[in-house]
């Protein structure tokens, strides 16, 4: 079976975008200065930064945080691109269309936080002792082509010698976070979840995770904090205080307990009990899908790139220096 593969970059349209003028740090109430942060989606995923919000690492750093889930790396990107946000936290895949696009206030990439893929493998019925090959001429919910979760699936697979295009039918139609209901409901012999909802299928009986794409992909630079070159450029200071609570919250995450995480970071999980929680960071603290730094390197941006030329959706390959600044992360490291 093929599936057809539709390629189409809404980023594009904001070409236009790039005039605007940088969106200067704001002012809030005390000694606080105001920073918005349009987050691809809220995910446990992110824990390191939830973690520095819920122990006032941002705060302690000057910066009054408001937090906006974008539902999207496309939407994430046309907040940060339209000023609406000053910080934007996503794949970064997404920082090299608009780059290649011809925006001239484009974004720059200068945190990583994780280095795992944070979606998993969801089957209909249990597998025991699950090899890739089983998924060969099946129906797979997958995800918006040129997205990161689309793309490292599609990474595995090529890796395991399978065909995206052949071997098995993707099915790309369905809305970002909608495919667990549609799984639930009947759609599809496999499903990519993040969690939570790859543990809910779980715990209502409607799937079982076979697979972590975390594990059986590597090491890839799955998402990052980028900011338009402008703003960084008049913001030096705040990126840097921004960047130093990210790392103590990737600090504590690298030396508290997976139950400790939890706990912390429960009020941004309200929906979600203790137990289920935990068992949720577990998965992701074993994997090793938090870095011990935020440093973005070259290694790991050629990786991305490759990842994009294997999916077809990288028309040429964009200078590292260009999309990454590293200089925050290395002052936050010490």
């Known amino acids: 079976m093929k599936k057809k593969r539709i390629f189409c970059l809404s980023l594009v349209l904001l070409l236009c975008l790039s005039i605007l003028p940088a969106c200067g740090s704001k002012k809030s109430s005390g000694d606080l200065t105001k920073v918005t942060l349009n987050e691809v989606a809220h995910s446990i995923f992110y824990a390191p930064m939830y973690v520095a919000i819920e122990e006032g690492y941002f705060a302690e750093e000057g910066i009054e945080l408001e937090l906006v889930t974008g539902f999207g790396a496309d939407k994430t990107m046309t907040a940060l691109l339209t000023g609406e946000a000053d910080i934007g936290f996503m794949g970064s895949e997404s920082t090299i269309y608009t780059y290649i696009g011809g925006t001239n206030d484009y974004a720059v990439n200068f945190a990583q936080l994780t280095q795992r893929a944070g979606n998993f493998l969801v089957s209909r019925e249990p597998i025991d002792n699950f090899t890739w090959d089983m998924i060969v001429g099946t129906n797979v919910l997958g995800g918006r082509a040129g997205g990161m979760p689309e793309m490292v699936f599609e990474y595995i697979l090529l890796k395991n010698n399978i065909d995206p295009m052949q071997d ?10 909608s495919t667990a209901a549609a799984f639930s409901g009947g759609q599809g012999d496999f499903t990519v979840e993040f969690e939570p ?24 630079p799955y998402t990052a904090f980028s900011a338009k070159k402008s703003y960084i450029e008049a913001n030096p200071e705040l990126i840097q205080s921004f960047t130093n609570a990210l790392q103590r919250g990737m600090d504590y995450c690298n030396s508290h307990s997976p139950e400790e995480i939890a706990k912390v970071i429960q009020p941004q999980f309200a929906e979600t009990d203790l137990e289920t929680l935990t068992t949720i960071v577990t998965r992701y603290y074993e994997q090793d899908t938090w870095k011990e730094d935020l440093i973005f390197s070259e290694d790991a941006f050629n990786l991305l790139q490759n990842i994009l030329e294997e999916s077809n959706v990288l028309e040429r390959r964009v200078p590292y220096e260009d999309l990454v600044n590293t200089t925050f992360a290395e002052k936050a490291k010490k």
């Open 168 to 177: 098995l039918n993707i099915d790309q139609s369905i809305d970002f976070g």
């Open 197 to 220: 909802h790859a543990t809910a299928l779980e715990a209502k009986g409607d799937g079982y995770v076979v697979a972590s794409l975390g594990e059986d992909s590597g090491y890839v």
